[in-house]
């Protein structure tokens, strides 16, 4: 089967750095996918890595590491609105469907 | 811009009764997914559909059936709601039907259904 996990939640200040981690457990492997939710928001899509290496896209940066079945979320210059929860995504399959993790609830302070 | 809309943000529905979940899609995309979230759970997919007619159980299908009639189009239903049903229901779509760059999914802004 498949599965993800990420650290359930993380506090980080204003102007820091936070890395929050994903280590995957699949069958086959597509590529790892990055959403956001706020609360009482949808998750939107945040960043795909399909190949090893970092992916930057302004403050958010994503990286994968096949071999070691790990990627994680690099959010630089925290801002209040940066907090929210983050999940990790993996296909499920050949149709589509994306496996989740339980999502990191990161708690930016002032 | 991809907008995908659900029928309700809040539906109360009491033990028993039949309830519908409509998700609308405008960007033709192919495929549509029910996923209910629970707090520490995450996403859990219920069903996904990958073309009109078809449909597919994902990780927790059991008191859910689905209906895609219409490609834009992707109902939920609890055939005889119970409590422990109680949740945040979230459709999403995406373009294509395999994992890829492609595969990102849109989501919408969610049902929360309460079941008593």
């Given at each position: ?42 998750p939107t899509f945040l960043s795909y890595n399909a190949l090893d290496g970092l992916e930057e896209t ?53 | ?65 689905v209906s895609r009639e219409k490609k834009e189009r992707f109902s939920l239903i609890l ?38």
């Amino acid at each position: 089967g498949q599965s993800l996990e990420q650290p359930s939640e993380v506090t980080a200040v204003e102007g820091a750095i936070v890395q929050i981690n994903c280590t995957y457990q699949t069958s086959g492997f597509y590529g790892l996918s990055w959403y956001q939710q706020h609360d009482g928001g949808a998750p939107t899509f945040l960043s795909y890595n399909a190949l090893d290496g970092l992916e930057e896209t302004g403050r958010f940066s994503s990286f994968l590491s096949r071999s070691d079945s790990y990627g994680y979320l690099l959010l630089q210059e925290l801002q209040m609105k940066d907090s929210a929860s983050y999940f990790c995504a993996v296909p499920g399959g050949s149709q589509g469907n994306l496996i989740f993790g339980k999502g990191t609830k990161l708690s930016v302070k002032p | 811009d991809v907008k995908v809309t659900q029928s309700s943000r809040y539906l109360v529905k009491r033990t028993g009764e039949k309830v519908f979940l409509e998700c609308v899609q405008d960007m033709d995309h192919e495929n549509m997914f029910w996923y209910r979230q629970d707090p520490g759970l995450g996403l859990r997919l219920i069903y996904f559909s990958y073309d009109v007619k078809m449909k597919e159980k994902g990780d927790i299908p059991e008191g859910y059936s689905v209906s895609r009639e219409k490609k834009e189009r992707f109902s939920l239903i609890l055939e005889s709601a119970s409590t422990n049903q109680t949740s945040m229901y979230l459709c999403a779509s995406s373009l294509l039907p395999s994992g890829g760059a492609g595969n990102e999914q849109f989501f919408g802004p969610g049902t929360r259904l309460t079941v008593l």
